[in-house]
């Protein structure tokens, strides 16, 4: 690079103006992030959810008024590659030795790529090196903190709370119930060796016992789970809650820890510790919505959660901490490097059913799914692109409640045609040639989805010993509860439209049908006459395009008959047009249905000023 004595003054401008950009950016993203402390304390619901998603927003409306001034200061030399080159280098060393410059140059990249509508990769107008990927301190410096020093573990969680400046209910009460549960938790972790993973039972599984009623002689001893404990300053938020997060140095070593906190009517109290990294995984899981999370280095924070939560790629902690366009980027050098490593590596139809909207292709040995829409759709659907699209975008400004998968979505990827199994290559060239095509040795896709891979449920179910498909198909009647609950119908019920995550949840992944509960009615199926036994269904039921039938629903899921009963005893409800007509009243009514990130086990026990608001129960 030529030294900055030797820069043309217009390049030297312009790479100021995208640093000037991004840090405009940076400023309107915390402001938005900031204010969900204050949405929190005031139980300001609506205005958080109003943030999320004008968070969401904002990059891709913040770009084209960066263009805008880039255009107004660079004139005709806007065109000109040469000089996007020459900024590109300038604005190099502009950010060299950030510790945000990865982000800043992520910036820089989606301006380049979205005025040249950059095919593939262009080095000499982008920051792109799959081996330099995003790097912190998993030590957070100035930001990761050991729990207040002196006294007992309850005194020191008092300390811990007291800091955050929220109005507890009961501080004390609160502070005793967080360092039993750590007591008790870990001294079982260190007398069993390492607990079984509670990830593969439903989060709305019945409630344990209540805590130890210790004296409090025995609550202030030293507690195993109070010698080395650190936590984060910064406080995290979604949905309802306020999270805690830290780790804590247990028998077999460091895990995470995550203290969830509910804001009632009269003040706010502690709900659930999490200590289980299968638990906390699931909370930064690519099936939730992202935190608002002030963190003065996010690079560090991801740093520090994958050190904590080594199987959790990169990629997704960076999304679920809101920064979507990072994820993107580090989830493609992710797919860079695992080609990289991988020379014979293709890309193969996934598994499970045909889609009839969806192409849908992965790495044989790299979990992950790309999902590309046909031409044309299959009877009976009706849709066109702009409906699927806008499906996709539905799902990313809603709250997910940790069922529905999040999708990144890539313009114009560039593949060399040998990576494609030939099979998968002509489907796409002949179904999806509106999106994508081949030239040479290169195929290029204008537009995608890229998800993580699951095991399709109707596969799981069969495939699987019967103990364990029992569990998927229960969490999987769960999953269709939970999104009722968050005013999401998913359309369309079968079994191979969701998946089995690695730790045995049950999510759903195909969103052309999906739909908000409120545009659906919900049915019962009329008796039938005794002439219309021997007619098709469709002669003699009338229904409308929004008309549903739950009663009709088990008859289509292709399950065993011990599954499937299995299923109409634990999920009823899901089966019976009243039930989901009682969601829609309570929900119309400006009713809240909790449905708790986390599983039962993980939560404290009521304390006698009221319990908290449990697995499906109603708030607000």
Known sequence: MAPPNSIDPLVHRAAALVLDAYEDYEARFGDLTRRARRRFERRDWRGAQADAVARIDLQDSFLGEALGRFEALAGERMRSRPFWAAVRDCYGGMTAGRHDAALARTLFNSMSRRFFLTEGVA???????????????????????????????VERWRGALRARGFRHRDLDADARAIAEALDERLGLAGAAGTPP???????????????????????????????????????????????LVGRVQAEDGPRPLVVALLNDADGVRADAVLLERAQVSMLFGYARSWFMADLPRVGDAVAFLHALLPAKPVSELYSVLGRGKQGKTERFREIQRHFAAHPGEQLVRAEGVRGMVMAVFTPRALPVVFKVIRDRFAEPKD??????????????????????????????LRFPRAAFEPGMLDELLAECADTVSAEHDVVLLRHCYVERRLHPLDLYARRMPEAEARRAVLDYGQAITDLARSGIFPGDLLLKNFGVSRHGRALFYDFDELCLLEEVRFRDLPEAREEDETRPLEDWLYARRDDVFPALFPHFLGLSPGLRQALLDAHPGVFDASWWRGIQARLRAGGYLDVPPYPASARLPARSHGAAAGAGTAAD
């Open 197 to 243: 993973d509670p990830a593969a039972a439903p989060e709305s599984a019945a409630r344990p016992g209540a805590a130890s009623d210790a004296p409090a002689e025995a609550t202030d001893m030293a507690h195993r789970g109070d010698a080395d404990i650190h936590l984060l300053d910064t406080v995290f938020y979604r949905e309802r809650r306020a999270y």
């Open 123 to 153: 080095p000499a107008l982008e920051f792109h090196d799959p081996d330099d990927g995003a790097t912190g301190d998993p030590e957070c410096p100035g930001e990761l903190r050991p729990l207040p020093g002196g006294g007992s573990g």
């Open 383 to 412: 849709s066109v692109r702009a409906d699927i699209e806008g499906k996709y975008r539905l799902v990313a400004r809603r709250d997910r409640v940790g069922r529905l998968v999040d999708a990144q979505e890539f313009r114009r």
